[in-house]
């Protein structure tokens, strides 16, 4: 398999090895860049923090996760000179890290400044629209808001969490316990039985639109099982092998989604609570769906499956099987 850019949000470059030596991580190169350093060194250094601030770049969300845009409605982060004179004491904003250049990036909460946006904009119509630096940071930003918010006090003993090392850190201030950002890894998978892709659709989704299938993993469970158990349980296909491919992040609010391709058995879907309708699909039938969901006016649309939206791993699994990415477990 050779390396293909990755057309969904919140990962930049290449994301797949070549097949003459995938031991060798050189042609994931890009994909293992982030788009911020995010610096951990500086965490525990608050003049240091304080010396970036200043010429800084500020995303300003507010409570709804909505960050801040410019008129245009491109992201529109001010220098930290333009806010405050400092980055407003231990845990107003959170260090987000450094860029290319060497600028500093924090996130901060809109309500504590008196700064004035045109307008704002959600994570979800960012990542379709915005270059992917921004749609990153602004992730980033969004899931640190998310993981803040929910845990202002213990979850063990009840006391006030008190934020430190850049907003990294909440450390009760009763019983001491140090608490984290979390995130939850899910599986997603593309499950074929050689010649067809399986596919489902949840009743709260758009009409017509169907996915690849996807789930939480499991305490005491690997990535692998996970992968046979979920889609066992929502369609009763039984999966025989699969091979990991790429993962996500998915701050809607504190996903991990890894990308998986799975060889099934050829066995009929049957769905349960969890999907709506979920059934095998030829190549034909994949590729005409991309091309309705290629025309923007919907001139040509015959009524048919849609695939889901391209800020998804979701997309891009199904387009690498229909590529071939699959074949070596066909």
């Known amino acids: 398999m050779t390396a293909t850019r990755a057309p969904f949000a919140f990962v930049e470059g290449a994301i797949a090895c070549a ?20 610096a951990d060194h500086l965490r525990d250094d608050p003049a240091a923090l304080a010396a970036l601030w200043p010429q800084a770049r500020v995303v300003l969300l507010d409570e709804a996760g ?3 845009a410019d008129a245009a409605g ?29 600028v500093g990036w924090f996130a901060l909460d809109l309500a504590l400044t008196a700064f004035a946006a045109p307008q704002r904009l959600d994570l979800r119509s960012a990542a379709a629209q915005w270059p992917a630096f921004d749609a990153s940071v602004f992730a980033q ?6 993981w803040r918010s929910r845990h202002r006090f213990c979850g063990d003993c009840g006391g006030a969490v008190a934020l430190s090392r850049g907003g990294w850190l909440g450390r009760c201030d009763r019983c001491g316990i140090e608490h984290y950002p ?26 017509r639109r169907y996915s690849v299938l996807a789930g939480f993993v499991e305490p005491g469970e690997s990535l692998e099982q996970t ?12 999966v025989r092998d699969c091979r990991y491919l790429a993962s996500q992040p998915w701050p809607f609010p504190g996903a991990l989604m890894l990308g998986f391709v799975a060889r099934a058995e050829a066995d009929e879907p049957q769905v349960g609570d969890e999907l709506e309708e979920a059934r095998w699909f030829s190549a034909d ?38 590529a071939g990415a699959g074949e070596d477990l066909r």
Request: proline share 7%; hydrophobic share 40%.
């Open 66 to 68: 909505q960050a801040a």
């Open 285 to 322: 039938e994949i590729r005409a769906a991309q091309a309705r969901d290629a025309d923007p006016d919907r001139s040509t649309d015959d009524g048919g499956p849609l695939l889901s939206a391209p800020i998804s791993i979701a997309r891009w699994l199904i387009e690498q099987w229909l």
């Open 182 to 207: 979390r995130t939850d890894p899910a599986v997603i998978v593309a499950v074929t039985d050689g010649t067809r892709l399986l596919l489902g659709r949840q009743s709260t989704w758009p009409a």
């Open 227 to 238: 992968v046979a158990r979920e889609v066992l349980e929502e369609t009763g296909v039984r």
């Open 141 to 146: 930003a969004r899931a640190l808001q998310h």
């Open 19 to 38: 097949d003459e030596n995938p031991m060798d991580p050189a042609g994931c190169a890009t994909a293992c860049r982030g788009a911020l350093d995010r």
């Open 74 to 102: 491109g992201l529109l982060a001010p220098q930290g000179e333009q806010i405050s004179e400092g980055p407003g004491g231990v845990g107003a904003a959170v260090f987000l890290g450094l860029d290319r250049a060497g």
